[in-house]
């Protein structure tokens, strides 16, 4: 299968940044669409950035122009970058990866365990 390791996040003032790293590891064959999700108390899980293998850019409405995603596709790790960050940006963030694992043959959704960004204004 494949595991995800997510680093970064933590206690970060309003106005400051952050790195969220994650590195996809396992019985990989390959692994398609990257992103990262967030999930605020009392609501809903959603799509911050996301980003194909070949390079396709997505961002979440209220992160664009704050945020910035990036892969290694040899090294099946993605990062994101934001800055500005405000206090509604306070989350969970979770690694996502869509991948064909050798192990586990089929295009199946993987997720990371969830890193906690919090913005104190």
């Known amino acids: 299968q494949v595991q995800l390791a997510e680093s970064g996040g933590g206690l970060v003032q309003a106005g400051g940044s952050l790195r969220l790293s994650c590195a996809a590891s396992?019985?990989?064959?390959?692994?398609?669409?990257m992103g990262w999700y967030r999930r605020a108390p009392g609501k809903q899980r959603e799509l911050v950035a996301g980003i194909t293998f070949e390079g396709t850019i997505r961002y979440a409405d209220s992160v664009k122009g704050r945020a910035t995603i990036s892969r290694d596709n040899a090294n099946n790790t993605v990062i994101l970058r934001m800055n500005m960050l405000k206090p509604e940006d306070t989350a969970v963030y979770y690694c996502h990866a869509e991948g064909f694992a050798y192990s586990k043959p089929g295009w199946h959704d993987y997720w990371g365990q969830g890193t906690q960004v919090t913005v104190t204004s």
């Open positions: 396992g019985s990989i064959f390959r692994i398609n669409d």
